[in-house]
């Protein structure tokens, strides 16, 4: 089936055959505000609000429709975000959607209609609400979440469970002299190299803090700067590295004095967030709720003044 799209916010039309996405078997979908707005929310009543959804034909049609391949993200940024779960702690795909010029390549017009429905459905008639809560970053997520859903609530967390330990982000750049007539393919072949060895001296480091540290994920390296300066090619790489204990952190920073790193930040967390999901949309009632669990140390409404400061 040919089908066609068009981005409105750019003036852009494609033509493309288009094969549906294979569904998976999800067990909830979450349809809620983005946080990943570059938007005016201020008239939007309840930033919490979600539509919770376990009807297996709404969430396979939503999925197809949703995840099928898209062409173009937006720097107006998003109006809503969307969720896919195998089940509570296990997230299928998420993904962020613009109301007003998505560009959806499978069956468009009735992936909009569907995203229309749903919208409008999010900010007249919302059946959840979703409420961060707190916890110290000493209890095990896990035991947590069991102790939550034994009492009948139901808890997701939208966090990387990586996030409760101490992290160390560093930038480190690396230049690689280019002669001044030098042609495309030396500049081409110098920019490759460069990626190379800035990669190179990047994993040295870390390699120097696994021998002292004990760090927990396998990092990525994101290239944030890169390209020609004048007689030269640069690249420069930025790496977010999780560790065990704040002792680890603090001696991963020490290993960091070399020139070549820009900058860094250190994050010590005290607490982490879990995600609850609640009919209520009276904040006393689910703190009430939750009085009796007393690691929960603070409970706000998901994107409470997380876009403060943006108007």
């Given at each position: 089936m040919l089908l066609l799209s068009a981005c409105t916010s750019q003036n852009f039309i494609f033509t493309q055959e288009i094969k549906p996405i294979k569904k998976q078997?999800?067990?909830?979908?979450?349809?809620?505000?983005?946080?990943?707005?570059?938007?005016?929310?201020?008239?939007?009543?309840?930033?919490?609000?979600?539509?919770?959804?376990?009807?297996?034909?709404?969430?396979?049609?939503a999925q197809v429709l949703f995840l099928t391949e898209k062409k173009f993200y937006h720097l107006c940024g998003y109006h809503y975000e969307i969720f896919f779960w195998y089940d509570s702690d296990s997230l299928y795909s998420s993904g962020c959607l613009n109301k007003e010029c998505e560009n959806f390549v499978y069956k468009p017009i009735e992936a909009q209609k569907l995203l229309t429905t749903y919208g409008k459905k999010l900010k007249t008639n919302p059946d959840h609400y979703i409420y961060a809560l707190a916890i110290p970053v000493t209890f095990s997520p896990t035991d947590v979440k069991k102790e939550l859903r034994d009492k009948g609530l139901i808890v997701f967390s939208f966090e990387d469970e990586l996030n409760r330990f101490p992290r160390l982000t560093f930038s480190f750049r690396n230049n690689t002299y280019v002669e001044k007539?030098?042609?495309?393919?030396?500049?081409?072949?110098?920019?490759?190299?460069?990626?190379i060895k800035t990669r190179m001296l990047i994993m040295e480091i870390v390699d120097s803090m696994r021998t002292h540290c004990k760090v927990l994920n396998e990092p990525e390296i994101f290239y944030d700067s890169q390209g020609a300066v004048l007689d030269s090619i640069t690249h420069r790489g930025t790496i977010d590295l999780f560790f065990a204990t704040e002792k680890d952190l603090l001696l991963a920073?020490?290993?960091?004095?070399?020139?070549?790193?820009?900058?860094?930040?250190?994050?010590?967390?005290?607490?982490?967030?879990?995600?609850?999901?609640?009919?209520?949309?009276?904040?006393?009632k689910v703190k009430n709720k939750l009085r009796?669990?007393?690691?929960?140390?603070?409970?706000?409404?998901?994107?409470?003044?997380?876009?403060?400061?943006?108007?």
């Open positions: 078997d999800v067990r909830y979908m979450l349809f809620a505000h983005s946080s990943y707005a570059n938007l005016d929310f201020r008239h939007v009543k309840k930033l919490n609000a979600v539509l919770f959804i376990e009807n297996k034909d709404d969430i396979d049609s007539d030098a042609n495309n393919e030396t500049w081409k072949m110098a920019e490759e190299n460069n990626e920073k020490n290993i960091l004095n070399q020139p070549k790193v820009e900058e860094y930040e250190i994050n010590i967390p005290k607490t982490y967030n879990l995600q609850l999901i609640d009919t209520s949309d009276n904040i006393k009796e669990f007393k690691f929960i140390k603070k409970v706000t409404p998901y994107l409470e003044n997380y876009f403060q400061g943006d108007y």
